[in-house]
Every structure is written in structure tokens, then in C-alpha cells.
């Protein structure tokens, strides 16, 4: 896989916090080393939870809304 893939995705549409920074945490501690998960979600909450996580485990974090009510992160593991 190269370096930056998305090697999962998870699905947590219509899931409330904390749901799906549970399933985030648990799909980054089995990423590899280089390797990106990609986060869906609705929960606006949550995307605050998310960043946050991000920020705190060094994990790089794209996000972007698209379409509206969706976000759309891409969590990079160093």
C-alpha cells in the first residue's frame, strides 16, 4: 500500500457521539505506520471530537463537508 492510502473506511453516518470517535480510535490503532483512515459522519459533535483526537495523537486530519450534514475526515498515522 503506498504511503498515505486510505486503507479502511469507517462508516458512522447517523451515529451519535461518542460512537464514532470509538470506532475512529479503534481503526487508527491498527492502521500501519503511513497508512490514512477515512471517517464519515454526521454528528456535528463528533467532528469536533475528532479534530480533537487527531491533534492530541499527532495523527495529520483533513477534513471537508460534503455533501452538507456529511463530513468527510482522512486521518494520516506518521
Known amino acids: ?3 498515505g492510502q486510505a486503507s479502511v473506511t469507517v462508516d458512522v453516518r447517523g ?4 460512537i464514532p470517535l470509538l470506532k475512529t480510535r479503534k481503526a ?4 500501519a505506520a503511513g497508512e490514512s483512515v477515512t ?5 456535528p ?3 469536533l471530537d475528532i479534530r480533537a483526537f487527531a491533534q492530541i495523537e499527532g495523527f495529520s486530519c483533513e477534513v471537508s ?4 450534514g ?5 486521518l494520516g498515522k506518521p
Open 28 to 31: 487508527m490503532a491498527v492502521a
Open 45 to 47: 459533535d463528533s467532528v
Open 15 to 18: 451515529l451519535n457521539c461518542p
Open 39 to 43: 471517517v464519515l459522519v454526521t454528528d
Open 65 to 68: 463537508e460534503a455533501p452538507p
Open 1 to 3: 500500500m503506498s504511503e
Open 70 to 74: 456529511i463530513w468527510c475526515f482522512r
